[in-house]
Structure formats: structure tokens, C-alpha cells
């Protein structure tokens, strides 16, 4: 197994994808640079540049940098393989499906880590650069929960579009719609459908969620938001996770691959 993570990480490393996962990465960067460029126009409305740090960890990386990469990366775990037409050679080999399946998911689960972890270490930062050292390291606790969140969050999207990707044979699109379209509608209404998003359990173990909320235009919604528990929430992401790599490792099992001929 160790021998097959290291051979897709090294492959990941050779191509455009990590790329332009790279530069996914820099567009929350590029935000707090504009913010840090405005300071002064800001600071003119009252508004101090590290106070942004909930706003931002909490809309640009859990609700877009996260499930775009997960979308982006997960949907190709299998379908790469298969557009290249090089998923038949590999179901051929003496390997279980499961085992480079399993090898591939957690080579671009750390690759993407990475990514996460360089990003929001800039963003934060960037935003925290006015304070000093001292209010760079008042906010740490804050940082290493969201890290944390963000690493349970991109292994569960991750798991589900690897699924997407075994299951469809263009996973994009529906992996879009219940990203930005389901999960962006129904996670902040009343109700029990809520239950089905996985933003919601990210929600409850985020630490800044209800920093963000009261600053941003969530506050302005008429009704609470009832979230699960924090060890509800951790085992339901686990669940889904292992749940998913299962359902995707099943499928890869039991379909047949074969290479399309002109």
C-alpha cells in the first residue's frame, strides 16, 4: 500500500492538475491581499483586518476552496483513469481494485492537506500581520480547529466524489449541483433535510461558525440554527467517509472496464 501511495503521489506531482489545484489554493490568498491593500479604507468603517479571519476561513475555505478541490480531485480518481484509458490496465494488474483505489484516494487526500494547510496558513497570516506576533499567536487555537475541520471535511467530499466517479461517468456536474446547489440551499434552513448535507456536521465542529454568522449576512435569517453535537458530527463524517471509499470500492469491483475502440 505504501509503495502504491508513494507511485500516485509522484505521478501527482508530474502533472498540470496539481497546478491548477496550486492556484485554486492561492484565491483565498489573493482575497486577504486585497483586504491587507484596503486596510485603511476598512479601518475607516471600523472594521479591524484580523476580525475578518471567521468570515474568511469560514466562506472561502469551508464552503469554497474545500468542496471545489474535493470536486475537482475526487472526480478523477476514477475518471482520469478511465478518460485516459488506463483504468483497464490497472484493474488487469495483480492488485486489488480496492487497495490502488484506497492508495489513490489517500495520495490526493495528503497532496490536497498540503494545499489546505499552505493556504490558510498564509490567509491567516496575512490577516493577523497587523497585530504582531502577539495576536498571531492569540488566534492559533482557532487555526489548528479549522485545520482540522477542513482535513475531516476534504476526506469526506473527497470519498463522496471518488464515488461520483465510479458511479457516473461525468461526475462533475452532479458532484456541482449537490455541492453548490443542495448543500448551499438546504444546510441553513429549519428542518430535518439538513441532516443530509455534509456541511452540516462541518458546521458544528467549525470554530468560528457562529463568529461568522453574526457578521456576516447569515445573521440576518429569522430563525436559529440547531446543530449536531460536536461527537455527533465527527462520527457521522467518519461514517460517510469509510461509507463512500466502500461504495466506490465496490462499484470499481464489480464494473467491468474496458477500452473504447473507434
Same mark, same amino acid.
Given at each position: 500500500?505504501?509503495?502504491?501511495i508513494?507511485?500516485?503521489?509522484?505521478?501527482?506531482?508530474?502533472?498540470?492538475?496539481?497546478?491548477?489545484?496550486?492556484?485554486?489554493?492561492?484565491?483565498?490568498?489573493?482575497?486577504?491581499?486585497?483586504?491587507?491593500?484596503?486596510?485603511?479604507?476598512?479601518?475607516?468603517?471600523?472594521?479591524?483586518? !484580523?476580525?475578518?479571519?471567521?468570515?474568511?476561513?469560514?466562506?472561502?475555505?469551508? !464552503?469554497?476552496?474545500?468542496?471545489?478541490?474535493?470536486?475537482?480531485?475526487?472526480? *478523477?480518481?476514477?475518471?482520469?483513469?478511465a478518460?485516459?484509458?488506463?483504468?483497464?490496465?490497472?484493474?488487469?494488474?495483480?492488485?486489488?481494485?480496492?487497495?490502488?483505489?484506497?492508495?489513490?484516494?489517500?495520495?490526493?487526500?495528503?497532496?490536497l492537506?498540503?494545499?489546505?494547510?499552505?493556504?490558510?496558513?498564509?490567509?491567516?497570516?496575512?490577516? !493577523?500581520?497587523?497585530?504582531?506576533?502577539? *495576536?498571531?499567536?492569540?488566534?492559533?487555537?482557532?487555526?489548528?480547529?479549522?485545520?482540522?475541520?477542513?482535513?475531516?471535511?476534504?476526506?469526506?467530499?473527497?470519498?463522496?466524489?471518488?464515488?461520483?466517479?465510479?458511479?457516473?461517468?461525468?461526475?462533475?456536474?452532479?458532484?456541482?449541483?449537490?455541492?453548490?446547489?443542495?448543500?448551499?440551499?438546504?444546510?441553513?434552513f429549519?428542518?430535518?433535510?439538513?441532516?443530509?448535507?455534509?456541511? !452540516?456536521?462541518?458546521?458544528?465542529?467549525?470554530?468560528?461558525?457562529?463568529?461568522?454568522?453574526?457578521?456576516?449576512?447569515?445573521?440576518?435569517?429569522?430563525?436559529?440554527?440547531?446543530?449536531? *453535537?460536536?461527537?455527533?458530527?465527527?462520527?457521522?463524517?467518519?461514517?460517510?467517509t469509510?461509507?463512500?471509499?466502500?461504495?466506490?470500492?465496490a462499484?470499481?469491483?464489480?464494473?467491468?472496464?474496458?477500452?473504447?475502440?473507434?
Amino acid at each position: 500500500m505504501t509503495f502504491l501511495i508513494r507511485f500516485f503521489i509522484r505521478i501527482q506531482l508530474k502533472s498540470r492538475r496539481l497546478a491548477a489545484t496550486a492556484l485554486l489554493g492561492l484565491f483565498p490568498v489573493a482575497v486577504c491581499l486585497l483586504l491587507i491593500l484596503i486596510r485603511s479604507v476598512l479601518e475607516n468603517h471600523d472594521v479591524s483586518i !484580523h476580525r475578518l479571519y471567521p468570515q474568511v476561513s469560514f466562506f472561502l475555505y469551508l !464552503h469554497f476552496l474545500l468542496p471545489i478541490l474535493a470536486v475537482f480531485v475526487g472526480s *478523477g480518481i476514477v475518471g482520469d483513469e478511465a478518460g485516459e484509458q488506463t483504468l483497464s490496465y490497472l484493474t488487469s494488474r495483480p492488485i486489488p481494485k480496492w487497495k490502488w483505489y484506497l492508495a489513490k484516494f489517500l495520495a490526493q487526500l495528503m497532496i490536497l492537506g498540503v494545499v489546505l494547510l499552505i493556504s490558510l496558513l498564509l490567509s491567516y497570516t496575512l490577516l !493577523h500581520i497587523p497585530g504582531g506576533i502577539r *495576536g498571531w499567536l492569540e488566534d492559533l487555537p482557532n487555526l489548528a480547529t479549522s485545520l482540522g475541520v477542513l482535513a475531516l471535511g476534504l476526506a469526506a467530499y473527497l470519498s463522496l466524489f471518488s464515488l461520483f466517479g465510479a458511479a457516473f461517468r461525468k461526475p462533475v456536474p452532479s458532484a456541482l449541483l449537490f455541492t453548490f446547489g443542495w448543500e448551499n440551499l438546504v444546510a441553513y434552513f429549519p428542518g430535518n433535510a439538513k441532516l443530509l448535507t455534509l456541511v !452540516h456536521y462541518l458546521h458544528s465542529l467549525f470554530p468560528t461558525f457562529f463568529r461568522a454568522r453574526a457578521q456576516g449576512i447569515l445573521g440576518m435569517l429569522p430563525f436559529e440554527f440547531r446543530l449536531a *453535537g460536536e461527537w455527533t458530527a465527527l462520527i457521522v463524517l467518519i461514517l460517510i467517509t469509510a461509507g463512500c471509499l466502500a461504495g466506490g470500492a465496490a462499484i470499481l469491483t464489480l464494473r467491468e472496464y474496458r477500452l473504447d475502440r473507434d
